[in-house]
């Protein structure tokens, strides 16, 4: 969906629309849902891991955490190295503030967040393997990549690509731990 919106969308559209509908819910809500993609995300994440999975316990924490890693290092890489003059849209535009939000102005791309997010989704989805869990990791995995643009962090490209990023971590080390290290 984020991708077929790219298409319809210019650069800050997404933004500029979300910063219309600022309620102080929303503040409050999008606030604690983009957390997910925080250090409390990965706590989260291995706590259910930890708690819920079986067979092959070690294995999924061993590769939530190389995930997280890999995540975090590729995200912030790019952030400050390969894409370091990519503002972020409080640099263009005057946005609504929301509170305990500092408005970031640099390191806009990809969006760690969302990266993150994705990332720990994945792991879940794949490590719990229960249906209707592979169908609600997305959905939250969404929302956090929503919260990022409704509280005027990140342009819709950069939580698109953080999205793409987080899912393709996690599959590459569950494939890589799978294939050659974990047997």
């Known amino acids: 969906m984020g991708l077929t919106s790219l298409i319809f969308f ?12 600022h309620l102080d819910f929303l503040d409050i809500f999008f606030r604690s849902i983009t957390t997910f993609g925080e250090f409390s995300g990965f706590l989260i994440s291995l706590v259910i891991l930890l708690f819920v999975t079986k067979k092959f316990k070690n294995k999924y924490v061993i590769t939530l955490i190389l995930s997280a890693l890999l995540s975090l290092g590729i995200s912030q890489f790019s952030k400050h190295v390969l894409f370091s003059s990519e503002h972020r849209p409080s640099f263009y535009y005057d946005l609504t503030k929301v509170d305990g939000e ?50 005027g962090q990140h ?29």
């Open 10 to 21: 210019n650069k800050g559209d997404a933004v500029l629309l979300m910063d219309c509908y």
């Open 155 to 183: 342009f819709l490209m950069d939580v698109v690509v953080g999205a793409i990023l987080g899912i393709f971590i996690a599959t590459f080390v569950f494939h890589f731990s799978n294939k050659y290290w974990l047997k």
């Open 102 to 151: 500092e408005q970031h102005k640099n390191n806009s791309f990809p969006s760690g967040h969302t990266t993150a997010a994705f990332t720990f989704v994945t792991v879940l989805a794949i490590g719990l393997k229960r249906s209707w869990i592979q169908l609600i990791m997305p959905f939250l995995g969404s929302l956090v990549a929503i919260s990022r643009i409704y509280l």
